[in-house]
């Protein structure tokens, strides 16, 4: 499907967000929104990053979310219609093969 978007929402902490920001704007055309996610008492909860993939950039920046799972940085990942929750590693690898129509690993 060339040309298709994938639509991308990570919540986790300040510098994975920052991170993920960042790796989002290096492509022009997926400019990502960063916001916070306050709680009940207004102290900042989690940070949210909600941006729009290209498909063909999907790999490279769900390898980076990958490596903030492995560092417990990330709360939640959605790509598309799948959400996870707490995603393990093996999770990231299983929502690219199921993007992107590759084998898990």
Do not use: C, H, Y
């Amino acid at each position: 499907m060339p040309g298709s978007v994938e639509i991308v929402l990570v919540t986790s902490d300040q510098d994975a967000a920052e991170d993920v920001e960042r790796e989002l704007s290096g492509t022009p055309g997926e400019e990502p929104l960063l916001s916070e996610k306050r709680g009940l008492d207004g102290d900042v909860a989690q940070w949210v990053v909600l941006g729009a993939v290209a498909a063909k950039s999907l790999q490279p920046f769900l390898d980076l979310v990958l490596r903030l799972v492995e560092r417990k940085q990330v709360d939640t990942i959605k790509v598309g219609d799948i959400e996870i929750a707490n995603p393990r590693p093996e999770d990231v690898d299983r929502l690219l093969a199921s993007r992107l129509g590759q084998a898990p690993g």
